[in-house]
């Protein structure tokens, strides 16, 4: 599914990444986890093609990273869910249009679009807020609308970025409650995550990023 070989990310003359090998298989739920400044967001965005690597391999879903063509990235992205740590929510747009708007850009009809912005918001327990707006709702709940906008287009990929980074304990459990859910489904699901406590005995893979190298691999 997703399978670095000998992946390096330089950026002006400092190495963000260095020789980073790792697969993912489809379904799985991963953990990437270090200090700020390991790597792990640079580890994402070339995940999903915003950047390219300097030297090496990466594999997603079958595209190759040093072969896709620029004009074919947003037909790859298509597949991939992406939760920010700002949450990116338009404010003057109800709960419902901000998770409708990742099925609009696709050209889907408004009568498909109903039943699936219902469902991904049923699946983060947000189902009763569709009519109000991004404002007046906690910052974990508005965290649960950017996960449920990136799930609605059923992508075969959720990829999070410090998604609990702002957010009280109790909450990071419900947003964490959310992933599970997803990925009981069939989602891959990758996340990157200071916080150890988001995978202590989740019993799914956690690999550990220093600096910029990948020094080890456990079960959380």
Not at 70 to 96: A, K, M, N, Y
Not at 192 to 214: C, K, M, S
């Amino acid at each position: 599914m997703i399978q670095f070989e000998d992946v390096t990310k330089d950026y002006d003359n400092q190495t963000a990444l260095r020789n980073i090998n790792f697969f993912i298989d489809k379904g799985e739920m991963v953990f990437f986890t270090g200090p700020s400044g390991s790597g792990k967001t640079t580890l994402l965005r070339l995940i999903y093609m915003a950047e390219k690597p300097d030297r090496g391999r990466i594999s997603i879903a079958g595209w190759e990273a040093d072969s896709v063509k620029e004009s074919s990235i947003p037909f790859l992205r298509r597949h991939i869910g992406i939760v920010f740590q700002d949450f990116r929510l338009l404010t003057h747009r109800t709960i419902f249009d901000n998770v409708a708007i990742a099925l609009r850009i696709r050209g889907m009809r408004e009568r498909e679009i109903k039943p699936k912005v219902y469902d991904a918001l049923k699946t983060v327990y947000l189902r009763h807020k569709s009519d109000s707006y991004p404002l007046k709702l906690s910052g974990g709940e508005q965290q649960r609308v950017v996960i449920a906008r990136a799930i609605v287009a059923d992508p075969t990929v959720i990829l999070a970025d410090e998604p609990t980074g702002n957010l009280d304990p109790d909450t990071a459990y419900g947003i964490m409650k959310a992933f599970k859910t997803i990925n009981a489904k069939g989602t891959t699901v990758v996340i990157a995550t200071h916080n150890r406590e988001l995978f202590r005995d989740t019993v799914r893979r956690v690999l550990h990023l220093d600096t910029g190298n990948l020094v080890s691999e456990d079960l959380g």
